[in-house]
């Protein structure tokens, strides 16, 4: 089984800074891509950040300058450092990854439970 874990979320007032981590654990032999999304009750779930294996990045226009995702491909680990929070970043937070599991052929996706942040004004 694989499981990722995200923690870090949180009430902050505007202006202000989270960082959001998710562990991935279980049978994993390799982990591709990770990534992080967001949803607001109601609406689509929206693509945040992208990273590759090799620590390529990719942002929202909505986040640029102010997200900076990375990874500890050691501890099998995706960060989101939210900077200059504003209260339109108010949302649950999903992490994703594709993973090679030892007893598998090919890479799966798979999601985290979420985390809420939400942004005061």
């Known amino acids: 089984q694989v499981q990722l874990v995200e923690s870090g979320g949180g009430l902050v007032q505007a202006g202000g800074s989270l960082r959001l981590s998710c562990a991935a654990s279980?049978?994993?032999?390799?982990?591709?891509?990770m990534a992080w999304y967001r949803q607001i009750p109601g609406k689509q779930r929206d693509l945040v950040a992208t990273i590759t294996s090799a620590g390529s990045t990719n942002y929202a226009d909505s986040v640029k300058g102010r997200f900076t995702v990375s990874r500890d491909n050691a501890k099998n680990t995706v960060y989101l450092q939210m900077n200059s929070l504003k209260p339109e970043d108010t949302a649950v937070y999903y992490c994703?990854?594709?993973?090679?599991?030892?007893?598998?052929?090919?890479?799966?996706?798979?999601w985290g439970q979420g985390t809420q942040v939400t942004v005061s004004s």
């Open positions: 279980g049978s994993i032999l390799s982990i591709r891509t």
């Open positions: 994703n990854a594709e993973i090679l599991r030892f007893t598998g052929t090919y890479y799966s996706t798979y």
